[in-house]
């Protein structure tokens, strides 16, 4: 079991979704480019299967913004964004109503 201390370790921001390519050596992943409004960082997520480029461009998510990087089968990522899953699949987290980038999730 992780303690609350353990949770406050962990950062979370809101973030924008700028861009987005397909990952290129897996058929299950993104790259996504994350606007925390004073900086980007890069972030790999396995959302293909349920959002095209297209709907993710300009979206706020929840990122992990202090997570130590990770190289997900050959590309770096720099954070994790926070999602759902059921049986229809993922959706990602996400303000009711747009926030100012970067800021704080608590």
Do not use: C, W
């Amino acid at each position: 079991m992780a303690t609350i201390d353990d949770f406050r370790k962990l950062e979370f921001r809101i973030a924008e979704i700028k861009d987005v390519v397909e990952h290129p050596h897996a058929d299950k992943l993104l790259v996504l480019t994350l606007d925390l409004g004073d900086r980007t960082k890069q972030v790999v997520a396995g959302i293909k299967s349920s959002y095209s480029k297209e709907t993710l461009i300009g979206k706020q998510v929840v990122v992990v913004d202090n997570l130590d990087t990770a190289v997900l089968r050959g590309v770096e990522s720099a954070g994790m964004i926070l999602a759902g899953s059921d049986e229809s699949g993922i959706v990602i987290v996400s303000p009711e109503r747009k926030l100012k980038l970067g800021s704080i999730v608590k």
